[in-house]
């Protein structure tokens, strides 16, 4: 059985700092491309990043580019999003996802989000 799990979500003050992480297990973690996803409140879902560690690849929206470091601790089979300098309008739900195979966009798996909260 495939399993994702957020986690690291929480209260950060604008301008302030998290790390997310997502425990996978059911699937050749190593070999497998991985995203994080967003959802704010009333929103639509956004793509934040992507990494593809079997070939170095790593992907970010420009709304995030700078800010944010995806990487994956293939030892743990653990995926990671480092958020930095946050902002008010990026409170959300991440969730993880794996990738289709073969494919530069769509996922056959979801985590179960975790809550980013950004509020003075």
């Known amino acids: 059985e495939v399993q994702l799990v957020e986690s690291g979500g929480g209260l950060v003050q604008p301008g302030g700092s998290l790390r997310l992480s997502c425990a996978a297990s059911?699937?050749?973690?190593?070999?497998?491309?991985m995203s994080w996803v967003r959802q704010a409140p009333g929103k639509g879902l956004e793509w934040v990043s992507s990494i593809y560690s079997y070939i170095s690849n790593t992907y970010y929206a420009d709304s995030v580019k700078g800010r944010f470091t995806i990487s994956t601790d293939n030892a743990k089979n653990t995926l990671y999003l480092q958020m930095n300098s946050l902002k008010s309008e990026e409170t959300a739900v991440f969730y993880c996802?794996?990738?289709?195979?073969?494919?530069?966009?769509?996922?056959?798996?979801w985590g179960q989000g975790t809550q980013v909260t950004v509020s003075s």
């Open positions: 996802a794996k990738v289709l195979p073969g494919a530069l966009e769509g996922y056959d798996y």
């Open positions: 059911g699937f050749t973690f190593s070999s497998s491309a």
